[in-house]
């Protein structure tokens, strides 16, 4: 213990029986807090006037009085930091919160003894980290940024307002909503390898459980999933390996055919049959120009009928590829032609939009960039610069995940999606259809990463060890200002562009670094997966200035012009479930005592695996009208300005965030739980966390019929889409 703290608990302990009291009723208050102070309900009432734009009852927490001080009184409220991303998170996973803190009631310090500030501060139950927040007083005060997850928020008179640590009375004291999460004494289940998890049951076997999470509760190993499964089917001679990406340049009026087919792939130990576009995972990376239309002629040499969704091109509305809105769907042995326009510079995708749970997440995406007119050309990962700029190299990552058992791919549900309440999380990270991603450079040489999450479920939260991140695009377009970032956050269906310049030799991890949750213990814990490796040797690059942004400062101005508008329409994330068994609905409501903003990783594969598009339908409700999904019937005239706002409903049997995506559009996030964006980009994809909500200003402007949906493939097939028409 450092001299320091050590002095910190002799003067909280010893120093006099105030302060050994102040500790000892601070510690009961927080048990009586977490039991009857802080229910649901009474945060709720508290808070819902200083937490106005996000559910109280995550993102407030009420400040009650001790003795010395009982006419104060206060809230807490979490508001997200500064980020580029849909969350702020810290480079080992967790969520950065500013605090804003309103305070009323307090008296003046001197009239509680030899006094002359009052101090906030966060901390743990175990009192430490012990964090200064600094000085406050009555009114309302911006705190922070904290990083903790299980914490406190104490109020304390002091002395001085930098002490390091407490010294004085508390006079007000709050718990954080992750603290209503405690431990709920399931019993666990025998070892995965035992006979009750191995064995099938019409042609099901149990998905693997988590390595690190305690066992499901008793009473799940006997349920199935209600529908019937699926691989893909292979006779006959062997398959082709799948190939590596390549890139493909098009020039305006270019023509190229994908075929959707089967390969055969090898992750660890499994030889797995799956789908690829031109027998490549990822799919060709297509090279467009900026303003260009080529023509995709589609062909289709699947089990399942299909289709091509050009994610994030605003195209026009019949070559958008979703079947049953724009086109039929493409029969196997069928063909379809699209022309894709591409209006806007940037980093794009495409994959199915039919059976999205089961057709992409075996392998059909790819990549598309769209070069801006202005661009100098871009090399190549292969090549370095030779033209007087400073020397940089490219490399488009396409994240991914799979779902592994002993006995190779987990099958999907054939009639509808399995994994409809939390979505399909995989226990194998991949990075372009492998799990060891490699690439080189050379000491003070920029590489820039092109990143496109093309997981089912799986939000990232991506770093380089020991290199910074410099973020300098997002969906559709770069921000104004660049920012340097620790982590990337990218939520299915986002894409970043990030920028890092190794200065010394060296091999560099990419890691995926996130904080599961144990719900039968309580507890937070680390998932940490090293991804690929960036090799940094050979000789010194040269030194050039760093490049500028190409954003526009006319976005920050404005969303500033902008902020408090009321929205014109305001949606609601849902759900609705019904004949679930029994057993899987009690196990879920271990979830409703407290609920993380993203969920990162699956520590109850069971749970997540039994429920499907039978049971479970996810919604989107206008708050106006009460309408939900394709009953909207939303239209908007081309051209008006066109405000809406998110809101992630809390209150359900599984509430998680959920990444929203707006075809043929882009928009604007203009704020986050009622905290205005300072950077802000054009996107197509938002990340709305759990009970949080988010504005967007849609930028109306290409006509036609297009959907707005969930990116988490099995809510999306499980309902969670609606249709904006564009007249």
């Known amino acids: 213990m450092s001299s320091d703290r050590a002095q910190f608990f002799t003067n909280c302990c010893f120093a006099s029986s105030e302060n050994l009291f102040s500790l000892t009723s601070f510690a009961l208050s927080l048990l009586l807090a977490a039991i009857i102070g802080n229910s649901a309900l009474a945060q709720d009432s508290l808070c819902a006037a200083h937490s106005p734009a996000a559910d109280p009852s995550l993102y407030c927490f009420p400040l009650l009085p001790a003795d010395r001080a009982p006419e104060a009184g206060g809230t807490a409220v979490l508001q997200p930091d500064a980020s580029p991303f849909g969350l702020a998170v810290s480079r080992d996973g967790r969520v950065r919160f500013r605090v804003r803190l309103t305070l009323a009631g307090l008296p003046d310090p001197p009239s509680l003894g030899s006094y002359d500030s009052f101090v906030a501060w966060a901390t743990t139950p175990d009192l430490d ?84 999470a305690s066992r499901m509760p008793y009473g799940l190993e006997r349920f199935r999933p209600s529908v019937t499964p699926f691989l893909p089917a292979y006779r006959g001679a062997s398959l082709p390996s799948a190939l590596p990406s390549r890139s493909y340049t098009l020039a305006d009026g270019d023509t190229i055919t994908l075929t959707a087919g089967k390969v055969s792939r090898t992750i660890g130990k499994h030889q797995l049959v799956t789908y690829a576009y031109n027998g490549q995972v990822p799919g060709p990376r297509l090279e467009i120009p900026q303003g260009g239309t080529v023509t995709v002629r589609f062909r289709n040499n699947t089990d399942l009928p299909g289709s091509i969704h050009w994610h994030g091109l605003r195209l026009a509305n019949p070559n958008d590829g979703v079947p049953g809105l724009t086109q039929p769907p493409v029969a196997p042995g069928g063909e379809f032609v699209y022309r894709v326009h591409a209006p806007d510079a940037g980093l794009f995708w495409y994959h199915p939009h039919h059976r999205q749970d089961l ?26 610069r030779t033209d007087g700029r400073r020397d940089r190299r490219e490399a488009f990552l396409v994240l991914d995940d799979l779902l592994i058992s002993d006995g190779g791919l987990m099958p999907y549900g054939r009639e509808a999606a399995t994994h409809a309440l939390m979505g399909r999380f995989g226990n194998v990270l991949l990075v372009n259809g492998a799990e060891d991603w490699k690439f080189e450079s050379r000491p003070g040489e920029t590489v820039r990463l092109h990143l496109t999450n093309a997981a089912s479920a799986r939000t990232f939260n991506l770093s380089l060890d020991r290199i910074s991140l410099r973020v300098m695009e997002g969906d559709v377009g770069p921000f104004a200002h660049p920012r340097t970032v620790e982590s990337v956050v990218i939520a299915p269906a986002e894409r970043y562009v990030v920028e890092a310049t190794p200065k010394r030799p060296g091999r560099y991890n990419l890691v995926n670094r996130v904080r599961g949750i144990d719900r039968v213990t309580g507890r937070f814990f680390a998932e940490v997966d090293t991804m690929g490796v960036l090799t940094v040797r050979g000789p010194r690059a040269r030194r050039v200035g760093r490049a500028p942004g190409a954003g526009s400062d006319k976005l920050a101005s404005l969303v500033q012009s902008l902020r408090g508008t009321k929205p014109d329409r305001t949606l609601q994330l849902s759900l609705r479930t019904q004949g679930l068994p029994f057993a899987l609905i009690q196990a879920l409501r271990l979830d409703t005592s407290y609920v993380h903003p993203v969920e990162w990783t699956s520590p109850m594969p069971m749970m997540d695996w039994l429920s499907t598009g039978r049971e479970v339908s996810w919604i989107i409700r206008d708050s106006a009208s009460g309408s939900e999904g394709m009953a909207l019937d939303w239209r908007v005239p081309r051209g008006k300005p066109l405000v809406v706002r998110l809101v992630n409903d809390k209150h359900v049997l599984h509430p998680m965030g959920h990444p929203i995506h707006l075809h043929g559009q882009r928009f604007l996030v203009l704020a986050q739980n009622g905290m205005p964006n300072e950077n802000p980009v054009w996107k197509d994809t938002v990340l709305v966390p759990a009970g949080g909500t988010v504005d967007l200003l849609i930028d109306a402007s290409n006509p036609g019929r297009w959907m707005l949906h969930c990116h988490i493939a099995e809510h999306l097939e499980s309902g969670m889409h609606t249709v904006i028409t564009i007249e």
């Open 129 to 212: 980290p012990m964090i200064s927040l600094g000085r406050v007083r009555n009114g309302s005060t911006v705190v922070g940024p904290i990083q903790l997850e299980r914490f406190m928020v104490l109020i304390s008179a002091e002395r001085r307002a930098d002490v390091r640590f407490p010294t004085g009375p508390f006079v007000l004291r709050g718990s954080s909503p992750s603290l209503f999460m405690a431990p709920h004494g399931v019993t666990e289940l025998p070892p995965a390898t035992g006979p009750a998890h191995g064995h099938a049951m019409g042609g099901w076997a149990m998905p693997p459980m988590h390595p690190t």
């Open 359 to 384: 057709t992409q997440d075996l392998g059909l995406a790819g990549n598309i960039i769209v070069r801006g007119r202005a661009d100098v050309p871009v090399l190549s990962e292969a090549k370095k």
